[in-house]
């Protein structure tokens, strides 16, 4: 249960974790939860029978009894449990020691009872594998040593096929393993994840976050007209890495994997064309022709301007940013393409009406309960009430649609 102390932390810029849990606020929250539940106030991870593998078999495009839910950085400050950690501890300390990581992994599942556990880490935890060196400076964020500018420098990387994540990463495997057998016991499901090629590319090439990009967009240039192919060779190398880490997570036990370009919004329709595209097909396929029955997920963030492009990603799964409107969404991927998505994470600062009307239009514009994946379009934000979180989630799993 809740029993960390301390830690220290940084807010991570890159997208993906984030399960948080928090405990105090769930008594409150519980009481609202209708009939058949309420009675005692529980955390809502009393899971009916099935809840186990509901998100895995929404990601893989079937209709299922109910939406289920999960919040990208669903582990993450707004939780005063994970704040207890993260005043205290690093960043990379917190997610690349097992017993930790596995802690924070878990915080948010035990206070609302998601749909699936996502692993503690970030999207630049497995940089260093290909020789990339990174350091998560509180108050700035991840900040990167290596510079990546020419082919050359492309070349002194390391060579991604012969990656080997148990050397490289040992703390993976330990907190992969662990959390499938909580998750097991649980009742849900664990979720794994990834940077996509262009977003890791461009992180490094800047060397930390980054307004325009400029570095990056300037390499992409000069790729286009022929002075210097580092960007295309860069970003292949990537997919290659982040392919097999992918792999590897599942091997560990991750039984869907989401893909985060987390810096979409740094590319135009065309550099998504030419250059992040390609490179997150090429990632998403070493997966898929590994292990074609484990989803895949893809989440452009800032990318909802060149959607139609998403739809032959090769994922099982497309997520959306909140920037477009959920039936607009669907009416572009078109009725085949499962979805995901896509409250705007401010929504969580309203009234629990207004949380749970978002919840329930979300649901609705996406084909009704069952029909889609509820997330957020984008990851809960550093504030966050503790007990909006509980609101959207119960309210996600009670809702039987407009006619019920
Ligand atoms: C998990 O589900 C099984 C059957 O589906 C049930 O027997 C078990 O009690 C559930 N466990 C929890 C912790 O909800
Ligand atoms: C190609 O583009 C890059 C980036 O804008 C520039 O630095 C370089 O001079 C260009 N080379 C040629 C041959 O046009």
Redesign the pocket.
Known sequence: MKVFSTIASISLITSASAFTPSIPSRTTTALHSTTEAAATPTKNNKASPGDRDILVRCASGQQVERTPVWLMRQAGRYMSAFRQYSDKYPFRERSETPSMAIELSLQCHRAYGMDGIIMFSDILTPLPTLGIEFDVVKGTGPVISTKIRTEEDVQKLKDAESVNFDETLPFIREILGSLSKEAEEANTSLIGFVGAPFTLAAYTIEGKSSKHCLATK??M??D?????KAMTQFMDKIATMIGNYGCHQIECGAQVIQVFESWAHQMTPKHFEEYGKPAAQKAIKIMKDKYPDVPVIYFANGGSSYLELQKDMGADMIAVDWSVDMAQARKILGPEVPISGNIDPTILFGTKEQIEQAVRDCIDKAGGPGKHLLNLGHGVMQGTPEEAVGWLVDECKRYKGKDA
């Open positions: 300037k390499m240039m000069a286009e007209n022929g002075s210097s």
